[in-house]
């Protein structure tokens, strides 16, 4: 069965750092990747897709990419911000009408 | 636009006793998906539903579980009997176009079974 793999351990960043995040996955490649963003005692928020035809994506301070041959992706924080701490998950989705797996997210933490 | 709306926000059961949450989803989204996340752990899929018809319930424990989408809007999760290892958050999303779409999530209603 497909597995995802988030960074297991918390991450710590200094304010005003590129926090950097990593999903892996194993098996065969998603038609997708979602990244969402989650705080304490609520639902996951929507941040960003990307499909495997891009290679990366931008949307204000965040950037994720998408190596279908590491079976990697990769989202980042720029000038990140205390504001920015959070649990961060990967979602992939393999076709139009399937189910959308998520990985067990990262913790971020983002120090003044 | 209102969000996804779920309840009860907080349950407290003992095991065995049974426990039902409801999902109102956002307005014209056709996709509803159940969610169980344990303390530390990422999302699990329990059921997808395209309207009325289930797309996928693989990982459902059918033989506690069950849910149910009337007319294609409002959904009902239930379970009975509970056990121990059913306390979890378990989160309401829906999508407008499905599959790719972007999930919008419910605050997910959290079950202690004692």
């Known amino acids: 069965s497909q597995k995802i793999e988030q960074n297991s351990e918390a991450l710590n960043i200094q304010e005003g750092k590129t926090a950097t995040l990593t999903c892996n996955y194993t098996n065969y490649s998603p038609a997708y990747l979602q990244w969402y963003r989650q705080d304490p005692g609520r639902g996951p928020v929507f941040l960003l897709l990307i499909r495997e035809n891009e290679k990366e994506k931008r949307k204000e301070r965040l950037k994720v990419t998408f190596d279908t041959t590491l079976k990697q992706s990769l989202f980042h924080i720029t000038a990140s911000q205390p504001a920015d701490s959070a649990t961060y998950l990967c979602a992939l989705g393999y076709s139009s009408a399937s189910k959308i797996i998520f990985g067990s997210g990262t913790r971020l933490s983002i120090r003044p | 636009e209102a969000g996804v709306a779920q309840s009860p926000r907080y349950k407290i059961i003992e095991k065995r006793q049974s426990v039902a949450f409801w999902c109102n989803p956002i307005s014209g989204h056709a996709t509803l998906y159940w969610y169980q996340q344990i303390l530390g752990q990422g999302p699990k899929l329990l059921i997808q539903?395209?309207?009325?018809?289930?797309?996928?319930d693989s990982q459902l424990p059918k033989d506690r579980f069950s849910a149910e989408r009337l007319k294609g809007v409002d959904s009902t999760l239930k379970i009975q009997p509970a056990k121990l290892e059913d306390s979890a958050v378990y989160l309401c999303?829906?999508?407008?176009?499905?599959?790719?779409?972007?999930?919008?999530f419910g605050e997910g209603s959290r079950l202690t079974v004692l």
């Open positions: 539903f395209q309207n009325n018809g289930v797309v996928d």
């Open positions: 999303a829906s999508s407008l176009q499905g599959g790719t779409g972007e999930l919008f």
